[in-house]
């Protein structure tokens, strides 16, 4: 398996402009997980799904984020509109079932929101 | 929620020595905690994990505690190399996993 890919490695964006983030999780693990790592805030969960349901989204900071997992091999996480806080990298993660087991990440989008 | 607090921020230790990286949670519900380890540059990486129904777990130079009483779990890296220069995250979860904000080891020559 390729692992966990994620798309594209890096964007920038101005701000205003809608950004998606793409993931393709390993087949066969049941569990998505989005995640945020800046300096000052390290990793921050997003939102989860459990067989392609959102199970947590309380970590999503405001509305202009929003998240979907349409189908198992496929999620999408979309910021509209972007602002230049919402530089990072966005790492998507996936696991066998929930988030008792090992996490396998993606290689991460780096955004750079100008 | 669950909330993890990781002591210290910035740590550096002569190579050879050994590194101990605390950590504490707040939701007694937590029974899985695992620890990371990240590169510059790279994605994090699961070195050793602990379940709430073990007290200690060692693979070669790495160890784990975990005290469920007081809410604390600790690494230990024995015999530091160059190679263990990183940014280490533990984590706590009960269904999903939250993270605390790092520990970065230097190992000096």
């Known amino acids: 398996d390729a692992g966990v890919i994620q798309s594209p490695r890096h964007e920038v964006t101005e701000m205003g402009q809608e950004v998606t983030l793409r993931c393709k999780p390993i087949s066969g693990h049941n569990s998505l997980f989005w995640y945020r790592q800046t300096m000052m805030r390290g990793l921050e969960l997003l939102i989860y799904?459990?067989?392609?349901?959102?199970?947590?989204d309380s970590g999503m900071p405001e509305d202009r984020f929003s998240a979907k997992m349409p189908n198992a091999s496929f999620s999408t996480l979309k910021i509209q509109p972007s602002e230049p806080r919402d530089s990072a990298v966005y790492f998507c993660?996936?696991?066998?079932?929930?988030?008792?087991?090992?996490?396998?990440f993606g290689s991460g989008t780096q955004l750079s929101v100008l | 929620g669950e909330n993890v607090e990781q002591h210290p921020s910035t740590l550096s230790v002569q190579e050879g020595d050994s590194a101990v990286i605390k950590c504490t949670y707040s939701?007694?519900?937590?029974?899985?905690f695992p620890w990371y380890k990240q590169e510059l540059g790279k994605r994090p990486q699961l070195i050793i994990d602990?379940?709430?129904?073990?007290g200690e777990k060692k693979d070669q130079r790495i160890a784990v505690t975990l005290n469920k009483t007081a809410k604390h779990f600790s690494l230990h890296i024995t015999e530091t190399q160059p190679e263990d220069s990183a940014v280490y995250f533990c984590?706590?979860?009960?269904?999903?996993?939250?993270f605390g904000k790092g520990t970065r080891l230097h190992i000096l020559p």
């Open positions: 939701d007694s519900a937590s029974n899985y």
């Open positions: 984590a706590a979860s009960d269904d999903k996993i939250i």
């Open positions: 602990i379940r709430s129904n073990v």
């Open positions: 993660a996936s696991a066998l079932d929930r988030g008792n087991e090992k996490l396998f």
């Open positions: 799904f459990n067989n392609n349901v959102p199970i947590d």
